[in-house]
């Protein structure tokens, strides 16, 4: 068979270089992919933007696609899966009433206080002097959200009152009004992302991802700097918990209210000091890079799992099957990210790299007009290798990184090395 994945991240290149390990995948179109997926034998880009969704369902009926995999929020929020349903092409991903769960964390906060689901207590704003007063008499620290789409800059969490109002500004004037303003929890992040046929869910193995820039946990909010699985915080039994309690009861809220939900279903957990799981946030899609940790690890070929989705028989589906290892992903980005960064420059020693053993994710990478290899994004480079334990695979990750240079190259040293935990970050 052959898929069409959409996006040009890491998250999409783990999804096309997972699904042609199978000897079903005849080929895969990314549209409109980067510098990796080119390279891939059997993996074509078509230059195409996510969001040209006549042009997509055009490739998908001339070459005979089985499966449309959404990789990222952007075209799921616009409603790509509503057009190609329209189409009779099938589609991994959301309607855009779906993708709303990520798309509006108002909406989504409705939706869990409606089906139970435990979060931060919150309250919506559309002025900025209600969102300030409501600052100053709940006190900090505090955290301040776009209710919409910010491509990870819309949080801001608040150690004081005068950071929290500067949020409150900033985000007012960039316009992106209404603001969620919440309780600050502590504890230790995971990201449980399950699959979902719009009945029944699935989780896959649980991973952690490093959102600051810098190492300790510091700096600027990041689409994600590094990620480990299976996150140890998250035992079966949390697991267990985590699915009854939280996802299960989601999918259950989306059916009430008409919304057949096949897709990733991705939670963003706040595990407490006393072990319980509050939701952060709810994603329609795969981490970026918790995908380039997880798909590594799973040994049931990916279109299978996605299949069941799409076809809804989730619940007849055997065990998913993991790599009893342990995976890491290291992303190298360009210097100056998640602020402006230069594009361009020359990447080398990739395939040094691979020699080690490490698997290499594009992420901003393009083939230049010279036929070079060249940074093209914030996040170039995600550096994934397995092992029988964090330690082995750490160690192949951060051997195999340092064959690779560009110019400005940044990573942070700890990933795998120490476990995030945002008491660290809020004092
Ligand atoms: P989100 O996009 O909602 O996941 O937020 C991005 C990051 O901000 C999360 O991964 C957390 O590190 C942090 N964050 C979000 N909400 C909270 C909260 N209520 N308490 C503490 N940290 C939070
Ligand atoms: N790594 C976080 C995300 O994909 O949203």
């Given at each position: 068979m052959k898929v069409l994945v959409v996006g040009n991240g890491g998250r999409e290149h783990a999804l096309a270089w997972k699904l042609l390990q199978s000897q079903q995948i005849e080929r895969v179109i990314c549209v409109p992919g980067n510098g990796g997926t080119a390279l891939i034998e059997r993996c074509q880009n078509v230059s195409?933007?996510?969001?040209?969704f006549e042009g997509i369902a055009r490739v998908a009926r001339e070459e005979g696609i089985s499966l449309v995999v959404v990789g990222s929020e952007l075209p799921l929020s616009s409603g790509i899966a509503d057009y190609l349903q329209r189409q009779n092409i099938p589609v991994l991903g959301p309607t855009q009433a779906g993708a709303q769960i990520e798309a509006s964390k108002s909406w989504a906060k409705e939706l869990m206080e409606w089906a139970g689901v435990p979060t931060a207590h919150s309250a919506t704003f559309t002025e900025v002097e209600a969102a300030k007063t409501y600052v100053a008499q709940q006190g900090v620290p505090i955290v301040v959200k776009a209710?919409?789409?910010?491509?990870?800059?819309?949080?801001t969490v608040a150690k004081t009152v005068a950071e929290a109002q500067g949020a409150i500004e900033y985000l007012f004037g960039d316009h992106f009004s209404p603001i969620v303003i919440e309780t600050c929890l502590r504890g230790q992040e995971v990201s449980v992302l399950a699959l979902s046929d719009g009945l029944t869910v699935r989780s896959l193995l649980p991973a952690q991802d490093y959102k600051r820039i810098g190492e300790g946990d510091t700096g600027a909010n990041t689409g994600g700097m590094g990620g480990y699985a299976p996150a140890p915080v998250a035992t079966p039994q949390l697991m267990e918990q985590i699915e009854r309690q939280i996802l299960q009861p989601v999918v259950n809220a989306l059916r009430a209210r008409g919304i057949d939900y096949r897709g990733v279903l991705y939670a963003g957990l706040m595990i407490t000091p006393e072990g319980k799981p509050l939701v952060l946030e709810f994603n329609c899609r795969l981490g970026d890079p918790e995908a380039q940790a997880i798909l590594p690890l799973l040994e049931t070929p990916l279109e299978e799992l996605l299949l069941a989705c799409t076809q809804q028989r989730l619940e007849a589906l055997p065990p998913i099957r993991w790599k009893q290892e342990s995976a890491i992903c290291v992303v190298a980005a360009s210097q100056g990210y998640p602020g402006s960064y230069t594009k361009g420059y020359a990447i080398t020693g990739i395939e040094e790299a691979q020699n080690l053993g490490a698997t290499i994710f594009h992420a901003g990478t393009k083939i230049n007009p010279q036929q070079q290899l060249v940074t093209d994004g914030g996040r170039v480079l995600g550096v994934a290798a397995t092992g029988e334990d964090f330690a082995q695979a750490t160690a192949k990750v951060y051997k195999a990184i340092n064959c690779i240079h560009f110019e400005g190259s940044y990573y942070r040293r700890d990933i795998g090395r120490t476990k995030t935990d945002s008491a660290k970050s809020v004092p």
């Open positions: 195409l933007r996510v969001d040209d209710d919409g789409l910010a491509a990870g800059k819309g949080v």
